[in-house]
């Protein structure tokens, strides 16, 4: 393959028609089912277009935003492909950012016990995060992923080009994810994220962050496949991000995942200082970093009491007590930590 990076699960290609075509090569054409949403089907399907005649029904687009991943429209996915007669020797195509991504591997994961799939990440955020791991699933009650599944793609497609469709905001939301990869596990990936001008896209410096950080997430996941141990280090930053996430699509005013993120870092920061001495200055390069990039957190935010609930039903927690991954330094983290309600409420301040 004409790939940049690859391994076994994940390829950073130059030639997508060409990977495409070899991937699916087992699959007739008329056994192939592609799925997108409105912002994809627009921007990205003249990109993917043409390299199988694959039967025009066959393909399926779904309305965009993370409002949409949900159980209804899951059952669209299953109606849709089901009644064009899917079966086990059929292959499911994802191609979008992360909503879609989640949404079609638990559609490809649960449909007839479980299709082969291929994703084309679209986003920033989809291609650091959701191409590693095999993590899929939907929203419930409120809930960000909820219900879902772990299941490994056949394989998975990173295609730099779809970036140049991206706005600032979808970047930066990508971008978090990058930076979390740098704080938990490589402080001269941090280093170099710092360093990196966004504005002034240089696409083969991205590569090569982009892969670097798909490298860690892969090194974390290989030794901890079912997230018993080492895995929950992905989590830094996502218990309270996560919160916020959930009470902002509940408010009805929805904030990109990786801003959520960014600001939940900065307060698990904060509370990293209290509980393991992550240094302060090591905070406060943190926090200026992230103000800079994404702006300061909202008073919705700040004001943490009602987030405290939300994450109260977050997956990660035991024996009723709130879960957090924090940093030791830089570089170096630490799972299974807890704190309390007012330790949790005075960092998110800080933040």
Avoid at 2 to 28: C, K
Avoid at 107 to 125: E, H, V, Y
Avoid at 204 to 222: C, N, Q, T
Avoid at 289 to 307: N, T, V, W
């Amino acid at each position: 393959m004409n790939s940049i990076f690859r391994n076994s699960e994940v390829s950073l290609t130059r030639d997508l028609h060409a990977n495409l075509a070899e991937l699916s090569a087992g699959y007739s054409a008329g056994k192939i089912f592609l799925l997108f949403d409105e912002n994809t089907w627009k921007h990205c399907w003249p990109l993917v277009e043409g390299f199988r005649q694959i039967p025009h029904e066959n393909l399926l687009v779904l309305a965009s935003g993370e409002e949409q991943k949900n159980i209804e429209q899951v059952m669209r996915v299953w109606d849709y492909f089901g009644g064009r007669g899917i079966d086990r020797s059929s292959l499911i195509i994802n191609v979008g950012g992360g909503m879609l991504t989640d949404l079609g591997g638990f559609a490809a994961g649960t449909l007839k016990r479980g299709l082969p799939f291929i994703n084309i990440p679209t986003t920033l955020l989809a291609m650091v995060d959701a191409s590693v791991g095999g993590k899929s699933g939907i929203n419930f009650r409120g809930l960000k992923n909820e219900v879902g599944t772990i299941r490994q793609p056949l394989h998975v497609l990173l295609y730099l080009p779809f970036l140049k469709t991206l706005d600032k905001e979808n970047l930066l939301s990508g971008y978090a994810e990058m930076l979390k990869a740098g704080l938990i596990a490589d402080a001269s990936l941090w280093n170099d994220l710092m360093e990196f001008d966004l504005s002034r896209y240089d696409e083969e410096a991205m590569g090569r962050l982009i892969w670097r950080s798909i490298e860690i997430k892969k090194e974390i996941v290989d030794s901890d496949p079912e997230e018993k141990g080492l895995r929950k280090s992905l989590n830094f930053g996502h218990t309270i991000g996560h919160a916020f996430e959930s009470e902002s699509l509940h408010a009805g005013n929805p904030v990109p995942h990786g801003y959520a993120v960014a600001w939940g870092m900065i307060a698990e920061a904060a509370l990293s200082v209290e509980k393991l001495g992550l240094a302060v200055e090591s905070l406060r390069v943190m926090r200026d970093e992230i103000h800079r990039l994404y702006g300061r957190p909202p008073e919705g935010f700040r004001e943490a009491g009602q987030l405290i609930p939300w994450m109260k039903f977050d997956k990660k927690n035991t024996d009723h007590r709130i879960n957090f991954t924090l940093l030791e330094q830089i570089g170096k983290c630490r799972i299974n930590c807890t704190a309390t309600e007012e330790e949790i409420i005075r960092c998110c301040r800080d933040a």
